[in-house]
């Protein structure tokens, strides 16, 4: 896992405080701002793998504040955290240039999941040819082909889909909801075992000619490709 460097920009002590002690539990460094005007001077100052950001700020909003920071082509990723969970709210939220978005509470595991996806999104990008490499796999998400060793696999649709993302973040843990948001498309994770059932789809086809594994399954979390 990386150690990352955070800025989490919430009004509220407790909640900041908490969000501090957690995040730093899993061996980031955290700074807290309460407010839009500590959280500029804070990003002026520092250099930043990611910010947590709290969507009702007093005085200039975190919306108000995400749209000045994309204005001024800062473009640390920012994960927005926010009571508010209607559609209308996350699209706003969205808009004006959050990277991830989500609703309070959040599960500590699940939002350091986030922010590793985040800081690992930030460095990646396609070639020229749109292929990501992992490992033993090449993949092509405009083609639809992927490759292990050269030889290519047959995926359907949905497993496909669920391999790019994967590889897309490898080495990094996937949650379930973050996998439903990327592959599936749904604002909220549905009660049955969607992911569950098609990463194991996945794993019958990489492991068919009995290949290894590379989908690692974190108990409690979600899921991780290897990336080596």
């Known amino acids: ?42 990003i002026a100052n520092h250099r930043f793998d990611a910010v947590v950001l709290d969507r009702m700020l007093p005085g200039l909003d975190g919306v108000t504040l995400l749209e000045r920071m994309r204005a001024a082509d800062l473009h640390v990723p920012v994960l927005m955290l926010t009571a508010l969970g209607q559609s209308s709210e996350k699209v706003e939220g969205l808009n004006a240039g959050a990277d991830d978005y989500a609703v309070k509470p959040i599960d500590p595991e699940e939002l350091n999941a986030r922010l590793q996806a985040l800081a690992r999104a930030r460095g990646w990008a396609p070639t020229a040819s749109d292929t990501l490499t992992v490992g033993e796999f090449t993949i092509s998400p405009t083609r639809h082909r992927v490759w292990r060793n050269g030889v290519s696999l047959d995926l359907p649709r949905t497993e496909f889909k669920l391999i790019t993302e994967l590889a897309r973040h490898a080495g990094t843990v996937m949650t379930r909801s973050m996998l439903i948001e990327r592959v599936w498309h749904y604002d909220v994770e549905p009660t049955t075992n969607i992911v569950d059932a098609y990463i194991r789809r996945l794993r019958v086809h990489l492991t068919a000619d009995g290949a290894i594994d590379p989908i690692v399954t974190v108990r409690g979390v979600g899921y991780m490709m290897r990336d080596d």
């Open 1 to 42: 896992m990386t150690s990352l460097s955070l800025l989490i920009v919430e009004d509220d002590a407790v909640l900041r405080d908490q969000l501090q002690q957690q995040l730093t539990a899993f061996g980031h460094t955290a700074v807290a701002a309460g407010d839009a005007q500590r959280a500029m001077e804070a």
